[in-house]
């Protein structure tokens, strides 16, 4: 990948951060509401079993899309190290060019289509 190319990617993923980073706020918002009112007993609703198993579910899912925002943030700073390096847009398997459009969709892509396949039947077998 050239330097245009590596620059034109790296506004793209600091740009896809920053989108990250600012979700990752509201969702901790969301979780820290959520948990100052179960805290505080000043839930806007009577404490039947049903409305607290929903008020559950809704904070484990926060919890999950806290944390798979975060695994997703982690990847896009080592694209980040990788664009700086130069290798970004490499299969870290069989270093061929991972694809254009494969990384346009995938920002923090690090194995091309044929790799990513192969780990993903290794991991169900």
Wanted: charged share 30%; aromatic share 4%.
């Amino acid at each position: 990948m050239n330097k245009k190319e590596l620059a034109r990617f790296k506004k793209l993923i600091q740009a896809e951060r920053e989108r990250v980073l600012e979700r990752l706020g509201v969702i901790g918002e969301e979780i820290t509401d959520r948990t100052s009112g179960q805290s505080s007993g000043s839930q806007g609703y009577s404490n039947h079993m049903a409305d607290i198993g929903s008020d559950a579910m809704g904070q484990e899912q926060a919890f999950m899309h806290a944390s798979q925002g975060n695994e997703y943030l982690r990847r896009l700073d080592d694209a980040l190290i990788r664009v700086e390096k130069g290798t970004y847009g490499v299969c870290e398997d069989c270093t061929n060019k991972i694809p254009v459009k494969r990384l346009q969709a995938y920002l923090a892509a690090r194995l091309c289509v044929t790799c990513k396949s192969k780990r993903e039947r290794l991991q169900r077998s």
